[in-house]
T-cell receptor, first 112, second 115 residues
């Protein structure tokens, strides 16, 4: 099956700085890589996703890069704000299908 | 749309009791997923339905766990009998599976505590 590793497990940055979270996956057939943000007491919410036919996607302050050869993908948040503080999960679909395998999560803390 | 609706939000029960968690997916979505979230194991997929049919239940931990989807707008996850190690947050997610999109939309979760 798919194995998704996520680093770091915790990340503390100063407001305005950038944050980078990295994930690796094992299934070469994976072709869909979403990122979810989970705030306290809530369910995960999709913030950005990327498919394997593109190398980078950007949406305002967040961007995701994908390196299929190396089987890793990253989330970049620029100009971080206190409201970006949450747990972020990467995921990859298993065997190019509909099931997702999630990384272990990164707790991001943005200090004002 | 109100999103994925789960009930109850919190459940406290005693070991040995039956627990039933409920989920209403987003209207029109044809896939439904049940996940369990714990500090130790993270977010784990328990079971996945497509068009009300269970497709993969390999994540269901034991026979004490069962899930049903009697129609497109309702699913249940049942634990009988419950044990303290079942304490976790249980999430339901639904997906439209239209075109090439696999986006899953999560509910707010049910926090289960088994004493």
């Amino acid at each position: 099956g798919e194995n998704v590793e996520q680093h770091p497990s915790t990340l503390s940055v100063q407001e305005g700085d950038s944050a980078v979270i990295k994930c690796t996956y094992s299934d070469s057939a994976s072709n869909y890589f979403p990122w979810y943000k989970q705030e306290l007491g809530k369910g995960p919410q999709l913030i950005i996703d990327i498919r394997s036919n593109v190398g980078e996607k950007k949406d305002q302050r967040i961007a995701v890069t994908l390196n299929k050869t190396a089987k890793h993908f990253s989330l970049h948040i620029t100009e971080t704000q206190p409201e970006d503080s949450a747990v972020y999960f990467c995921a990859a679909n298993y065997n190019a299908g509909n099931m997702l395998t999630f990384g272990g999560g990164t707790r991001l803390m943005v200090k004002p | 749309d109100a999103g994925v609706i789960q009930s109850p939000r919190h459940e406290v029960t005693e070991m040995g009791q039956e627990v039933t968690l409920r989920c209403k997916p987003i209207s029109g979505h044809n896939s439904l997923f049940w996940y369990r979230q714990t500090m130790m194991r993270g977010l784990e997929l328990l079971i996945y339905f497509n068009n009300n049919v269970p497709i993969d239940d390999s994540g269901m931990p034991e026979d004490r766990f069962s899930a049903k989807m009697p129609n497109a707008s309702f699913s249940t996850l049942k634990i009988q009998p419950s044990e303290p190690r079942d304490s976790a947050v249980y999430f339901c997610a639904s997906s439209p599976l239209q075109g090439s999109k696999n986006i899953q939309y999560f509910g707010a979760g049910t926090r289960l505590s088994v004493l």
